[in-house]
C-alpha cells in the first residue's frame, strides 16, 4: 500500500509529490513536541500569534485524534472523547523549540454526529466557520476522511467554504484518507484516486494541495504527514 502524499493537477491525473529534502526522524522529531497550549470554546479567547497555525478538521468519527496523537507520538495530546461529538474546544498545541515555538496546532471539534443538539451544532459551525475565514494566522487545514468513506457532504461543504483561501495559496490543505489499514491495496488505491479527483477543482497554480493515506496502527502515512507540516512550516530552499 502507497502512502506518498499526491498533488492533484487536476480532476483526472495524479502525481506523487517530491519528499521534502528533510529526513522522517527530523520532521517526527519536529511533531514529537508538540505540547498542550491552551483551550477556548470561543474564536476570542484564542491568543494573538503570528507563528503558522495548523487546523486539524473531520468528521467525530473520522480518527483526528488517534490521528494527532499518533503524528505526536503521544498517547494522549489529542482528546478523544468516548462519546463522538461532545468535545467542544478548540484546543491549540504548540511546536517546535520549547523556548521558541514555530507553529501552532489547533484541534477543532469534529463535526456531524447526530446526537450532538442542534444548537451545540449550530453553535460550532458558526465558531468553525468564523476560524477557518477569518484567523490570520491560519497556514494550513489538515482534513481528515475516513478513507473507506471517502468525502461526505459535510467534508465537501468544508472545501467549499475554505477553498477561496486554499485556491490563492493562503491556506494549504492536506487530506488525509484515515484508517487504511481497513481496506486492501486495490481499493486504497480506489480511494487515493477517488479523493485526487474530488479535490482536483481546488487545485490552482497558487494552492498547495495534497492527499495521504494514513492508518494509525500500522503506521502508515505518518513519515510524509509530518514532513508535510513540518514543510509548511520550515521550507528548505
Known sequence: MTSEPHKPDSA??????????????QSLGWAHTARFLTTASRLDQLPSTE????????????????????LAQHRRL???????????????FAVGPKDDPNAL???????????????AKL????????????????????????????FTPLDQQLLEFIAPRVSTGQVKLLVVLTKADKLNRKEAQAALQAATEALGPYVTEESDVGVVLFSALKKTGVDDVAQTLHGWVVPIH
Open 51 to 70: 507563528l503558522c497555525e495548523i487546523a486539524f478538521v473531520g468528521r467525530s468519527n473520522a480518527g483526528k485524534s488517534t490521528a494527532i496523537n499518533t
Open 12 to 25: 483526472t491525473e495524479v502525481s506523487a509529490t517530491e519528499a521534502p529534502p528533510r529526513t522522517a526522524v
Open 105 to 119: 496546532w489547533a484541534d477543532l471539534p469534529g463535526y456531524g454526529y447526530a446526537a450532538v443538539e442542534r444548537d
Open 78 to 92: 489529542a482528546f478523544a472523547s468516548k462519546t463522538p461529538g461532545r468535545t467542544q474546544h478548540i484546543n491549540l
Open 123 to 150: 453553535r460550532w459551525q458558526k465558531v468553525m466557520a468564523d476560524y477557518l475565514e477569518l484567523r490570520r494566522s491560519l497556514g494550513g487545514v489538515v482534513l481528515m476522511v475516513d478513507s473507506r468513506l471517502g
